[in-house]
């Protein structure tokens, strides 16, 4: 495993030292967890991730400077046409058609997951998603359980610890794109990937019960059971006027059964008769491409100086990939050049890709297969980005097998953003893995993530 000594906040250092025992680790057995384990369906850590104030407020201005660049991309760049971005980035006819016919005027709600690594302390992002399907928005499910250890619960309120809930921050933002002015129930849609699992929403259920729990009303339906007859969009035969979504642009491939799935949604927004949530130009900012235009030096002039620096801060060195000249360390080279001499540094990504798939770090390939990967990239039709690789902070748990024991473990944080600024974040990441950009995926530790909220007990206000 590549890591040195771990690099931990004073709050974390202080929940692990040696004199709190077993207290250090917080039972994920307890029946306090059920819930967790059967929304999660994988391992749980058995402490949370804490941020510090100073980390919480950082996080919470960088990216909210870094989203509401993303999000205004059409307005500096194509002006103001997100039809005309979506095509720019290479998006198929059908997308970019719907993304015109869905444009929402006036600036873009906050909203979004960023995913992002600490390295050397200091955060770093690495991809936005800024739909509203954002995997990981239930959370707030696990910090619950985990304040029913009396332990930690004694601990978060020593030091001034508490969570956000992403959900209730995705209501706010919600609520703030799409004001509700009938009161009718919101129905949230999925996508149906086979006819056999069309109606199986079990994978909803958390989440609509947290919405039921916020005062919510809403259920679940597949976008083929949506009609729009004389102005009225209709949801498994329900009136509806709000839809949120938990599917993705990219599923509008423009088949004719495509098309006559989305066509009552499409219509219904376009005609003004519904609000979609998010709306569909949401999924253009998280789009990789769109991280390149921001260190672009063609497009530095678009950005203040403030953005400048933030920018340059937080988001590693990232680019469309293609041939062609590119500073790199200030060094001017062709890109496929600092592909070859750089191998170790960098990561290919699929430019509209998720879930760490058809990602490839040079560091976990030879040459010969790294040349292979960049070769398929480039001739495979479908756009990608080489990004300069962040090497995680580890990050110590204690050991599930070996209570004495303290295994340092690298993290990907995944932090939300609403309307409410900061709306709470998790963790994931493999004990005595070496940094591997698929960790993400079922064979993946999860936490939760707590911030200070309130200054620790007995300790003066600065």
Not at 128 to 142: K, R, V
Not at 203 to 217: P, Y
């Amino acid at each position: 495993m590549e890591r040195g000594t771990p690099v931990e906040n004073r709050t974390t250092r202080e929940f692990l030292d040696d004199g709190r025992g077993a207290s250090r680790a917080v039972a994920t057995t307890d029946p306090a967890f059920d819930g967790t384990h059967a929304w999660l369906g994988r391992p749980v850590f058995n402490r949370p991730a804490f941020l510090e104030a100073a980390e919480a407020r950082a996080l919470e201005h960088d990216l909210g400077v870094v989203l509401r660049v993303l999000s205004s991309l059409p307005e500096r760049l194509h002006g103001g046409d997100p039809g005309r971005m979506a095509r720019a980035l290479g998006l198929p006819p059908a997308q970019a058609d719907a993304v015109a016919r869905c444009a929402v005027p006036g600036p873009a709600v906050p909203l979004g997951r960023a995913d992002v690594l600490r390295e050397g302390g200091r955060f770093r992002l690495v991809e936005f998603n800024t739909t509203s399907s954002l995997g990981g928005c239930e959370i707030a499910e696990m910090s619950r359980a985990m304040l029913c250890d009396p332990a930690l619960r004694e601990f978060a309120e020593r030091h001034g610890l508490g969570y956000a809930d992403p959900v209730a921050g995705m209501l706010a933002s919600m609520d703030a794109a799409c004001p509700d002015r009938s009161g009718l129930p919101v129905a949230v849609v999925k996508w149906p990937d086979s006819p056999q699992t069309a109606e199986d929403f079990g994978h909803m259920r958390l989440f609509l019960r947290q919405l039921a729990d916020l005062g919510r009303e809403a259920f679940p339906c597949h976008i083929g059971q949506l009609a729009y007859r004389d102005g009225v969009l209709t949801a498994r035969g329900r009136r509806v006027d709000r839809v949120f979504r938990t599917f993705q642009l990219s599923r509008l491939t423009g088949t004719p059964q495509t098309r006559e799935l989305a066509a009552p949604l499409l219509d219904a927004v376009a005609d003004g008769n519904a609000a979609l949530f998010a709306p569909l130009p949401a999924d253009l900012y998280g789009i990789k491409d769109c991280l390149a235009l921001l260190g672009d030096e063609a497009h530095r002039d678009v950005l203040s100086p403030s953005e400048r620096e933030v920018v340059d801060r937080l988001v590693p060195w990232t680019r469309p990939l293609r041939p062609g000249p590119v500073t790199y360390r200030g060094e001017r080279a062709d890109l496929l050049d600092v592909l070859r001499a750089r191998r170790e540094e960098l990561v290919v990504k699929p430019s509209a890709g998720y879930a760490g798939q058809g990602v490839t770090g040079g560091w976990m390939v030879g040459p010969d297969a790294w040349e292979r990967r960049v070769a398929e990239a480039l001739s495979g039709g479908v756009p990608h980005v080489v990004q300069e690789r962040v090497v995680a902070d580890a990050e110590r748990f204690v050991d599930d097998e070996k209570p004495d024991v303290l295994t340092p473990t690298l993290l990907n944080w995944g932090v939300f953003h609403t309307v409410h600024g900061y709306s709470g974040a998790f963790v994931k990441g493999v004990p005595h893995a070496a940094q591997d950009v698929r960790f993400l995926g079922d064979g993946s530790h999860v936490g939760c993530v707590f911030h200070q909220v309130a200054h620790r007990t007995g300790e003066a206000r600065r």
